[in-house]
């Protein structure tokens, strides 16, 4: 069967063609489905055939249940309308069960990965789909026995699960929206969502994360000075708690001149750049013990020295 897509309105109309021709398609009893099956069993094509026009109603049905998880419903009939060829192929009388029951297997195993594979972005294991589709289910229940929306609590206690379990149920909620989507899809002239939040001098999460990572090994890397050293480069690049100062203004603090300032700095960039060397393949926990350990070294080497008076 040719796969409708309902993308655009034009689609509808297929899709209202097609489901006017299924209500005149002749139905069969359970009998009738039996001895059909029969020949369909040996190998009669045109006894599948008949099978599958005449249970095309059934796929529609079902497909209905599963409106709403993300597939239009034309993919949904689609899919079912497969799992309906392969079930008339498959299918034997001798077992004793009906076709309708057979078959009613076959696509709803056959939406529900359709839906996995094809509704989400990120996709999560067929069970967990299955279990969150229940969740769905038992809240709009819930709900209207209520009257009211239910709470996870009401939730979590009818499905018998934890408030952990419970949590990571919701978890699979979660869908990717694209940026370009409305941030109100109710007003036509509602802003893109990327729009809403775009700032030019915001900084992006992944700039953010690989400043930060930066910042963390370069702190480490200060682990191996003395105090002088950690001192002297701290207050010279700005990175100490009293700001940043001068070769000469650091070297009049100290009360010794600019060019021995200035020659602590330039050893103490030396056993950096070793130091960088051993940052190659430093687990992340190490490093952040490091840095936290400079921070710590720093604070006491500011409350030992009074700030610099302004200029």
């Known amino acids: 069967m040719k796969r409708v897509t309902v993308a655009q309105k034009g689609d509808w109309?297929?899709?209202?063609?097609?489901?006017?021709?299924?209500?005149?398609?002749?139905?069969?009893?359970?009998?009738?489905?039996?001895?059909?099956?029969?020949?369909?069993?040996?190998?009669?094509?045109?006894?599948?055939?008949?099978?599958?026009?005449?249970?095309?109603r059934l796929v529609v049905r079902i497909g209905h249940h599963y409106a709403g998880f993300g597939l239009p419903l034309a993919d949904l009939i689609?899919?079912?309308?497969?799992?309906?060829?392969?079930?008339a192929e498959l299918y034997n009388p001798k077992f004793g069960t009906k076709f309708t029951t057979y078959a009613s297997v076959w696509v709803k195993q056959r939406i529900h990965r359709a839906i996995t594979k094809q509704a989400r972005v990120v996709r999560i294991p067929v069970w967990r789909s299955q279990r969150l589709r229940k969740l769905t289910r038992l809240n709009d229940q819930l709900s209207a026995e209520l009257g009211r929306v239910a709470t996870e609590d009401e939730l979590a206690d009818r499905l018998g699960?934890?408030?952990?379990?419970?949590?990571?149920?919701?978890?699979?909620?979660?869908?990717?929206?694209?940026?370009?989507?409305?941030?109100?899809?109710?007003?036509?002239?509602?802003?893109?969502?990327?729009?809403?939040?775009?700032?030019?001098?915001?900084?992006?999460?992944?700039?953010?994360?690989?400043?930060e990572e930066l910042v963390?090994?370069?702190?480490?890397?200060?682990?191996?000075?003395?105090?002088?050293?950690?001192?002297?480069?701290?207050?010279k690049h700005g990175f100490h708690p009293h700001g940043q100062l001068s070769f000469r203004e650091l070297g009049r603090r100290l009360g010794?001149?600019?060019?021995?300032?200035?020659?602590?700095?330039?050893?103490?960039?030396?056993?950096?750049?070793?130091?960088?060397d051993g940052q190659k393949g430093?687990?992340?926990?190490?490093?952040?013990?490091?840095?936290?350990?400079?921070?710590?070294?720093?604070?006491?080497?500011?409350?030992?020295?009074?700030?610099?008076?302004?200029?």
């Open 13 to 56: 109309s297929a899709l209202d063609a097609y489901l006017r021709e299924v209500q005149q398609l002749p139905t069969m009893t359970d009998e009738e489905a039996i001895a059909v099956g029969a020949k369909a069993c040996s190998g009669d094509v045109d006894a599948q055939e008949q099978l599958v026009k005449s249970h095309l």
């Open 78 to 87: 689609a899919e079912g309308n497969l799992a309906l060829i392969r079930a």
């Open 161 to 211: 699960l934890t408030a952990e379990q419970m949590a990571e149920l919701q978890g699979d909620r979660l869908e990717v929206v694209s940026l370009d989507a409305p941030a109100n899809p109710g007003d036509p002239e509602s802003r893109q969502i990327g729009e809403t939040f775009q700032d030019e001098n915001a900084e992006m999460p992944g700039q953010r994360l690989g400043r």
């Open 216 to 235: 963390d090994e370069i702190m480490a890397c200060l682990h191996d000075l003395n105090d002088r050293e950690l001192e002297i480069l701290s207050l």
């Open 256 to 276: 010794v001149s600019h060019e021995w300032v200035r020659r602590i700095a330039e050893l103490a960039v030396v056993k950096i750049r070793r130091a960088v």
């Open 282 to 311: 430093m687990p992340v926990a190490k490093r952040k013990r490091l840095r936290d350990k400079v921070l710590a070294r720093l604070k006491k080497l500011a409350a030992r020295t009074p700030a610099p008076s302004p200029a």
